[in-house]
């Protein structure tokens, strides 16, 4: 059995959203006669859940102060159950409010440059109501310069044709 052109792109598509190794390629290519490379970046899960951590941390502060101040004279508690109370709260609140007000549409991606493998990082969504990459990043290397456009939904980097 053959697929037809429209069949294959669409099968290679769901494979590459599913994070198939054989969809998505990690090396870069190079294309000769076009000039362009390709490379599939990764999520940097690490560095996206850092964006949460200063807003956990005032929201732990916050909560612990007020658990001293207020129900530490009417019931007295450890610190560390006081914590573990308040951590569901703090879990959530840091999330909603990282997401709602100061990283809205976050996703940090990372992967090599296409053309000299340099590690190169792009941040996708807004900070505190300024508009950054929504859909296609455009960044460029900072080893070699090269201008890289990496889309948001399938993370394929490629660089510029090359100007003869």
């Known amino acids: 059995p053959t697929l037809s052109d429209r069949e294959f792109d669409q099968l290679k598509a769901e494979l590459k959203e599913e994070g198939s190794q054989f969809a998505s390629s990690k090396e870069p290519k190079c294309y000769i006669d076009t000039g362009i490379c390709t490379v599939t970046y990764q999520n940097d899960n690490f560095r996206n859940n850092l964006l949460y951590l200063p807003v956990g941390a005032i929201l732990a502060i916050g909560w612990l102060g007020f658990g001293f101040e207020v129900i530490e004279p009417i019931v007295r508690l450890n610190p560390l ?23 809205p549409n976050n996703k940090i991606v990372y992967g090599p440059c296409p053309v000299c493998e340099t590690e190169t990082r792009v941040y996708f969504g807004d900070i505190l109501g300024v508009e950054g990459f929504s859909d296609v990043a455009g960044v460029k290397c900072s080893k070699c310069k090269a201008a890289i456009n990496v889309q948001r939904r399938t993370l394929r980097a490629s660089t510029l044709p090359k100007d003869d």
């Open 81 to 103: 159950i006081l914590a573990a109370i308040g951590a569901p709260f703090i879990y959530n609140g840091s999330i909603s409010l990282t997401d709602s007000f100061i990283f």
